[in-house]
């Protein structure tokens, strides 16, 4: 087994050994043993993940699941490719085990860095649980149900099929149910738990149709196989299988939209985007590794595998939902009160973020953000968490103010994680949202330009470019907003700042990640190990293409699965004018590049410094200003519909949950009882009133004639009577020995026979 | 020694229960009885793990349903019982009925530790249950659809009783029901069995069936089946049967319209009647639909699909849909059972190798979970004395260990992966897509076909959310929320309930991880030459 590999099969089980362990002995190691276990396992995972790092920056060659002649792997070289036969499904064309549907390992460059990211954030989050939960009476609960966590998001991530992303894919939506109820006793928290199980249910749904459509189309799931087999989907024509049959583009896109709806779910994509923000009723921390960092950025880590498989329409879809998203998200986190909330708002806008730049080609741009976002999105929920805490368990912001002269080093490293977010330069979040907003302005420039040249209205396509930048700036004020609320001005609520105080063991945890948001985006390489991502899965699949059928054609296949990049219905490269001398060297794509580059640097470049320039002004006395202007009716009219998240919670429950849910599930009910069993007990009824009849007959007109039947009956209810009253030991006897000798003996008779 | 168990370990196997039965009758008190039957649950138990000494699951060729494709019938004994209708003692044993059996076994010790509060009559209690567990292991291994039929119906009669004398109020209303839904099913099976064997006794020139034979493994025979289609087995009278021994199976598994006798019996019944009931009753229909209804009728089967998937596809629905409006923690589950051996019904409507494994696995895999479920059921109606769900609440906070039980439970049930209930449902719904595929046993019939199997298969799939519905809303109101003051006293559940709920959670765990290593291993090679049977059959008919 190549090292890489093993190392990561160690890191991720270690993690459910922790399960483990605290499951059977977490209450006996108490508090804080029983957290400083689960952390020294995380940290093992971190070692481990890190060690893999390094010996898959340095590759390798050689080990099971490479193909012949073609056995390196490393960054940029192939990824590790390891199946496993799971269920036996039977036919099915091109696959490791024919007959059998798999799970295994894939490894590459993108694997290696999620698993780095989520470990890290793990053990980070871990140390500060212990700070944190310190004085919950289930601290070894908590700590069980992280590991469980750890586990299953790494099984995830290492995951080689789509079988196996959505086993792990329950489960870490097991794991969020268990901690967002963690405090279960607390209705709201029960609630939400549910909640947000069924609404991801909801996006499994689809998840599960995807993954059907697939199956039968190719009795496989295994991610390089999809890869290989598909990789023309993004044309947007029928793509051929091996077995002669063709894949049409209407179901391709109903399978991409069908994954991407779990994704949806995972992801709080609009409009399944409402039991995120409830997911906050779970403990701080939690909200910081499952539902800022990790989880939640498993459905765009999704849709990143699954892209090569896309097809236009898919794509659209995707960057449509994306779009719309990002500006719920930011538009919900522009008036709430309670600091989770806002950030909660803010997680759903950054993945649209994400979910657009997939949607609109750029893969790097979208796990990039991915990888930033964790870091910087962390420690503002540990943050959050660190003035929760100081402020006694208090989360809204009407209370705060002026907390930054008792928690200062809370404040710094909020303020340093609510830099990297507004995309101010030097901090992570700007490289990786420069690079979205650019290739979104690339590609509203390529699509409106095709769109011209085939003389039609091209005004739809620059949205894409427009509605993420004017939220940039929204993003840069609200989150502005949050850090003056909290920190500055003048206390709101003396009695909460006086007792506000930082607590030691948190700090650590703080500052490490505050290192990473301010680093993470030039100096980690992040953007590298992508870019070898790609590469390597497009070597793998062009070589799987290559043993499949490029000996029968007679010629080399290449793999276009990231080559197709562009979504919609766009023409060729060469069917662009051709009339400007001086760029006519440059691709119509390159083009695009600079002028995505052009327009970030005049629209978008200064978004963080207006935007948290304003939300300074305004939240320079607190709430003053801000209650001025909702003065006006209709600005208070707008803040309210936003305040309570435009109301879809109340629409959903309304309709999809009170109405139709559980109204069918009530005239089921009454259906059954009703006319179901109403036909059984009248069939009864019918059938005794006729053998009363047949009895007045019996006993009047043909007396004697069916005595027979009328003993049988008498003696059942003497049986039955016999039952109240005791002697159904004798009843029982003689029916036991009866059967049991008749049936024995004839047995034995004939066998002896 | 192997030799003998060849010979005689089924045998002993379907009658050591009626020995212990019959011991327990004679012994003289209270505890002796308890204790007698529990030894025989246990020796039955231990007699069926004795089958992985003896049990091939790769056989070449010999007697099976497709010749040269292993998975054949094994420790068959064979004696002729009534010679004029040529009706045989056969038992056999193969990947279809090897799962089921060793469940039986499995959840009858374990339905018998749950027994053990049981006051009430224990004598005549056990020896009834012990009984019971003749009629259901006979009934996974005869061959002989006669004698299928005799232990089909043995079962019935104990499980009157025990839901009539130690069920709950309606205890009377509840029996009758179940005897009379279960009589019309068998009667239909009669009608069959009877009409099957006459038209059998027409067929000439074939040696080992002259004079007509009650064989189910020759009788799915391919050149039988030519012969019976020739004798007059097809069409309308194929289809006929056909409907009517699905009428007896599918009463049994229970499906949408038939189902509504299972949640008064299970809410009358006690706790491990009901745990046997769901786990392995329901599962006789499920196997007979597998061993009797699609060999036998193989044409019908493939020309009725839809009307079976319908059949599943709206229980499935239907019963979680039920199940989320009940006020009862015990009907709830008793709909979800409803629910879940749709799945089983929709497996076999699709007629893919993912399906049909699916099937079958979802059958173990529900018996293990539903025990599971009514045990939990059972633990808190023996403190609370009531099952109203909204008078629950907060017993997360009371009894945490035996919250972590039901969560187990009610996750496996709900298809979590990693526990037992996903595993079928998802090759179920993989193979329901599957049989959209061109070269599926179904497409025979047509590309028409295409867009019934796609709508089947995506409405099955709703399914799921559901089921995650209603199964998380129960939890909220039994376990989470404020502890309240009446349930605060309950004790913890104790070691004897502990002794029932961890194998259970066990297998639930294995069974989800390992499915070929605990599953598949077993069935996989019957189940090939099931389908491949199928798959020839359905020639057989295209050339008739």
């Known amino acids: ?753 | 020694m192997v030799e003998f168990l060849n010979n005689w370990l089924l045998t002993i196997l379907i009658f050591l229960p009626t020995a212990g039965a019959i011991l327990v009758l004679f012994a003289r008190d209270r505890d002796s009885v308890r204790w007698t039957a529990l030894g025989t649950t246990i020796a039955t138990f231990a007699a069926s793990l004795l089958l992985f000494v003896t049990f091939k699951w790769d056989v070449g060729n010999g007697y099976g349903y497709l010749e040269g494709t292993g998975g054949v019938v094994q420790m068959v004994q064979r004696a002729s019982w009534i010679k004029s209708f040529n009706i045989e003692y056969l038992v056999g044993i193969d990947g279809l009925s090897f799962p089921l059996v060793l469940l039986s076994t499995f959840i009858c010790l374990l339905a018998c530790i749950a027994s053990w509060n049981i006051q009430k009559m224990t004598k005549g209690y056990m020896a009834l249950f012990l009984f019971l567990e003749t009629g259901i292991l006979g009934t996974f291994l005869s061959l002989d659809f006669f004698l299928f039929y005799v232990f089909f119906e043995l079962s019935l009669l104990p499980m009157y009783f025990l839901i009539g004398i130690w069920g709950g109020p309606r205890k009377e209303y509840a029996a009758i029901k179940f005897f009379l839904y279960t009589l019309v099913g068998s009667i239909g099976l009669l009608i069959v069995l009877i009409g099957t064997y006459l038209f059998t006794r027409n067929i000439t020139g074939i040696a080992d069936v002259a004079g007509g034979t009650f064989d189910l493994i020759k009788l799915a025979r391919p050149d039988v089946q030519k012969a019976l289609g020739t004798a007059g087995l097809v069409g309308g009278v194929a289809k006929t049967f056909f409907l009517l021994s699905m009428l007896a199976f599918l009463i049994k598994v229970p499906s949408v319209p038939l189902h509504t006798w299972l949640p008064d019996a299970h809410v009358e019944a006690p706790t491990p009647i009901s745990m046997i009931l769901a786990a392995i009753l329901l599962k006789m229909g499920g196997y007979g639909i597998f061993r009797i209804a699609y060999p036998v009728f193989p044409q019908a089967a493939m020309s009725l699909w839809l009307l079976v998937g319908i059949i599943g596809v709206v229980s499935i629905i239907y019963g979680a849909l039920c199940a989320m409006a009940q006020r009862d923690f015990k009907r709830l589950v008793a709909y979800s059972s409803v629910s879940h051996m749709g799945f089983v019904v929709l497996g076999a409507a699709m007629m893919t190798p993912a399906a049909v494994n699916g099937a079958l696995f979802m059958m173990v895999s529900h018996g293990i979970i539903s025990a599971m479920m009514f045990f939990v059921v059972g633990i808190i109606y023996d403190r609370a004395h009531h099952r109203e769900l909204s008078r629950f609440g907060g017993l997360a906070s009371t009894m945490p260990v035996y919250t972590g039980f039901s969560t187990v439970a009610f996750f496996a049930n709900l298809g979590l992966p990693g526990l037992c209930g996903f595993i079928g449902e998802v090759m179920v719904l993989l193979g329901s897509f599957q049989a959209a595929k061109s070269d599926s046993l179904l497409m025979l019939g047509g590309p028409g076909r295409h867009t019934a199997i796609m709508t089947l298969a995506v409405v099955a799939c709703f399914g799921v959310i559901l089921t995650a519905g209603y199964m998380l809303w129960t939890i909220q109101r039994v376990y989470f929320g404020p502890q309240r003051p009446e349930y605060k006293s309950f004790p913890e559940v104790t070691q004897r309930e502990i002794l029932v709920l961890t194998p259970l959670t066990v297998m639930a765990i294995l069974l989800g991880i390992l499915p070929a290593l605990f599953f598949f291993v077993f069935t996989d090679h019957t189940v090939k030459a099931w389908y491949g049977l199928l798959a020839r059959l359905a020639q057989t008919y295209a050339g008739l």
């Open chain 1, 1 to 753: 087994m190549p090292l890489p590999a093993l190392l990561l099969l160690i890191s991720t089980l270690l993690p459910l050994a922790a399960f483990g362990v605290l499951l059977f002995a977490g209450r006996r190691l108490g508090n804080p043993l029983a957290g400083m276990v689960g952390t020294a396992f995380v940290a093992g995972s971190f070692a481990c993940a890190i060690a893999a790092m390094i010996f898959w920056l340095s590759g390798g060659a050689g080990g099971p699941g490479q193909m012949a002649g073609a056995a390196e792997w490393g960054a940029g070289k192939g990824p590790i490719v390891m199946p496993i036969a799971w269920l036996p499904t039977g036919g099915g064309i091109s696959q490791d085990h024919p007959g059998y549907l798999d799970v295994g390992l894939y490894v590459d460059s993108l694997t290696v860095a999620m698993f780095s990211m989520i470990t890290l954030v793990a053990l980070v989050v871990h140390l500060f649980s212990i700070g944190y939960m310190a004085h919950d009476r289930n601290f070894p609960r908590f700590f069980t149900y992280l590991s469980l966590f750890c586990f299953s998001m790494l099984g995830l991530v290492i995951g080689g099929t789509l079988l196996q992303i959505f086993v792990f894919w329950e489960l870490v939506g097991l794991c969020s149910y268990l901690l967002i109820g963690f405090w279960h006793e607390k209705r709201s928290a029960a609630n939400a738990a549910t909640k947000a199980f069924v609404t991801n249910r909801i996006g499994d749904f689809g998840f599960l149709i995807g993954m059907g459509i697939l199956f039968y189309h190719l009795g496989n799931v295994s991610l390089p196989h999809l890869h290989a087999m598909l990789h023309t989907a993004g044309l947007g024509g029928p793509v051929s299988l091996a077995d002669g049959t063709k894949f049409a583009p209407g179901l391709l896109t109903i399978m991409g939209v069908g994954l991407f709806m779990g994704a949806m779910g995972k992801s709080a994509q609009f409009p399944l985007h409402t039991w995120l923000p409830d997911a906050m009723e779970g403990p701080t921390p939690v909200s910081a590794l499952i539902h800022a960092a990790t989880m939640v950025a498993a459905g765009v880590y999704l849709v990143g595998r699954i892209f090569p498989i896309l097809t236009p329409d898919a794509k659209l879809f995707i960057a449509i939902i994306g779009c719309a998203t990002l500006t719920i998200g930011a538009l919900v986190a522009l008036v709430q009160s309670d600091i989770k909330r806002v950030l909660a708002y803010s997680t759903i806008s950054q993945l649209g973020y994400m979910m657009l730049a997939l949607g609109l080609g750029s893969w790097v741009g979208g796990m990039f953000h991915l990888l930033t976002h964790a870091f910087f999105k962390a420690l503002l929920f540990l943050g959050a968490g660190s003035v929760i805490v100081a402020a006694g368990h208090e989360q809204e912001m009407v209370r705060f103010g002026g907390l930054w002269r008792k928690i200062p080093v809370t404040a710094v490293t909020f303020l340093i994680a609510v830099l990297a977010i507004a995309g101010t330069p030097f901090f992570s979040g700007f490289y990786s949202k420069e690079m979205i907003l650019r290739d979104a302005g690339a590609f509203s420039a390529y699509a409106a330009q095709s769109a011209l040249n085939h003389g039609q209205s091209a005004g739809g396509y620059w949205l894409f470019f427009i509605v993420p930048t004017a939220v940039a700036y929204l993003t840069a004020f609200y989150m502005m907003r949050c850090w003056m609320l909290t920190f500055w001005g003048k206390p709101r609520d003396q009695k909460l700042y006086a007792h506000a105080r930082e607590s030691a063991v948190m700090y650590v945890p703080l500052v490490l990640l505050a290192v990473l948001s301010i680093i993470g985006g030039k100096f980690l390489g992040i953007e590298d190990l992508l870019n070898w991502s790609m590469r390597e899965s497009s070597q793998y699949c062009t070589q799987l293409l290559a043993k499949d059928s490029g000996a029968a054609a007679g010629g080399e296949m290449k793999f276009a699965g990231f080559a197709t990049a562009w979504p919609a219905h766009l023409p060729n490269e060469e069917s662009l004018g051709e009339d400007e001398p001086v760029v006519r060297e440059r691709t119509a794509s390159q083009r695009a590049q600079i002028e995505g580059h052009h327009l970030v640097l005049q629209f978008a470049f200064w978004a963080f410094a207006v935007g948290m320039g304003l939300a300074g002004a305004v939240y320079w006395k607190g709430y003053a200003v801000a209650e001025m202007l909702l003065r006006i009716p209709p600005a208070r009219w707008i803040r309210n519909w936003l305040y309570r998240g435009m109301y879809f919670d109340e629409l959903y429950q309304v309709v999809w949950v009170d109405g139709i849910i559980l109204g069918l599930a009530a005239i089921c009910r009454g259906f059954d009882r009703r006319v179901i069993d109403g036909a059984v007990n009248g069939t009864a009824a019918v059938t005794r009133g006729f053998s009363g009849l047949a009895g007045w007959i019996d006993r009047w007109v043909v007396d004697g004639m069916v005595n027979g039947a009328g003993e049988l009956a008498h003696g059942f209810g003497a049986a039955m009577r016999s039952a109240q009253s005791g002697r159904i030991r004798l009843y029982v006897m003689v029916l036991m020995a009866a059967v049991a000798l008749g049936l024995a003996g004839a047995v034995l008779m004939a066998l002896s026979g």
